[in-house]
């Protein structure tokens, strides 16, 4: 290789690294706002679906597995009517995403997969809305899956015991848990004896 | 001017049949595999292929020129993987639905077998025109493999057919309730389907060929 050819070289390849890094500069700079803005959307469209009466949430963050998640404290003029929490579930092929609403003494009301990579036909099934309905009301306690038929507890996906384990057991009572454990119980223990005593007058 | 156009009508037409990247040349049949259990991944991917594939060709033949030989090779990956890196971003910017479904995919393009013998074997040779149109062509014939293998992995295995309605939309044909044959959407099923799709193509061809010969 003659020198001549070196300097060639280093040419063309400073060359396309300028020009490829400044279009890929160009094209983020106008998508990456976008992308931000879409991530939001889909975040708000998704708390509307979970707890529709909600006028106003507060946005908190902790950590399911090691990932960045977030909870929410939904209200409705002011009072507390329920919770929202982002939580993972570790499957079989990949890690759940899994938006939980409880309402606010912590009875699951509703959950819904926004993100996976299980088995397509078998480990997809979290999906569907059979599995998913049986987690209405649901306490913490009656979060574990059985294989066959329960009213009680969740039934399992059969062929995929694995990801409906992971998205009860893991995702949705890690995620329940941590909203006891860590959400003001005074305050909500409080409303709950005003429930009782507004019953007493 | 006519003679140019037929050729180049020739070149998309080339790599739809006569040299289509699975069914013939029986590259990338990895992303084939992996994707293909649903109609509509299918297809978003072969679209992300068709426009990857047309860019990276047109770029190489304006560039043929300039490239040293001694580093072709890497800067044919640079132009690969940042037409692919633009596409993830437009994708992610302007249709999220879908990303949100093929984006992991969208990533394993920079090492399709296909881009990278096209530009090495069509487009450092040529100049654009053609090149586009090789690109067009293997494209489209990428496409319409990957739709056909999973049309027919998802009707058989899931006994629906999701089709894609606009660029966020989708529609659930359910024909079956229960799923027929399970294993057509596993990965062992893309095997089966591959094989057995190529099997056909290629005797439809034959046959084809064989008619022509006669006549």
């Known amino acids: ?201 | 001017m006519s003679s140019t156009n037929t050729s180049l009508k020739e070149l998309v037409l080339n790599g739809i049949v006569k040299e289509n990247t699975i069914f013939k040349l029986a590259l990338s049949l990895c992303p084939s595999i992996a994707v293909t259990n649903s109609l509509k991944n299918g297809i978003y991917m072969g679209f992300a292929v068709l426009f990857v594939q047309v860019m990276v060709n047109l770029t190489i033949s304006l560039m043929r020129n300039v490239i040293h030989p001694k580093v072709r090779l890497p800067i044919f990956m640079l132009v690969i993987s940042g037409w692919v890196t633009v596409t993830q971003l437009l994708m992610a910017a302007f249709v999220p639905d879908v990303y949100a479904k093929v984006g992991l995919y969208i990533a394993l393009i920079v090492a399709f077998a296909s881009i990278l013998a096209r530009a090495e074997m069509f487009a450092s040779k040529n100049s654009f025109l053609p090149s586009m149109a090789d690109g067009l062509g293997m494209g489209i014939g990428f496409l319409f493999a990957l739709t056909t293998i999973s049309f027919f992995r998802e009707l058989l295995g899931k006994g629906s057919l999701t089709v894609p309605t606009g660029l966020a939309s989708q529609h659930t044909f359910t024909f079956i309730n229960t799923k027929p044959l399970l294993i057509m959407v596993l990965p062992a099923g893309g095997f089966l389907a591959v094989g057995i799709l190529m099997a056909l193509f290629n005797w439809i061809n034959a046959r084809y060929a064989a008619k022509a010969a006669a006549h």
């Not at chain 1, 597995?65 to 919770?83: L, N, P, S």
């Not at chain 1, 036909?121 to 306690?141: A, C």
């Open chain 1, 1 to 201: 290789m003659t020198a001549k050819d070196i300097i060639k070289i280093t040419i063309n390849l400073v060359v396309i690294y300028l020009i490829g890094g400044s279009i890929l500069a160009f094209v983020y700079a106008n998508a990456s706002p976008r992308v931000f803005r879409n991530n939001e959307e889909t975040e708000k469209k998704a708390l509307k679906e979970l707890v529709p009466d909600a006028d106003a949430n507060e946005k908190h963050e902790w950590s399911s597995h090691e990932k960045h998640a977030k909870y929410f404290i939904m209200k409705k003029g002011g009072e507390t009517i329920g919770y929202v929490i982002q939580s993972f579930g570790k499957g079989y092929s990949s890690y759940i995403n899994t938006f939980i609403a409880t309402d606010k003494d912590f009875r699951v009301q509703k959950i819904n997969i926004l993100g996976h990579g299980e088995t397509p036909g078998l480990g997809d099934e979290i999906e569907t809305d059979w599995f998913r309905n049986q987690f209405k009301d649901k306490s913490i306690d009656h979060l574990k899956v059985i294989k066959g038929d329960t009213k009680e507890d969740i039934q399992a996906i059969s062929g995929a015991t694995i990801s409906s384990r992971a998205v009860t057991e893991d995702a949705v009572k890690n995620g329940v848990a941590f909203l006891m454990k860590t959400v003001n119980q005074p305050a909500a223990a409080a409303e709950q004896e005003g429930g009782h005593t507004d019953v007493k007058h």
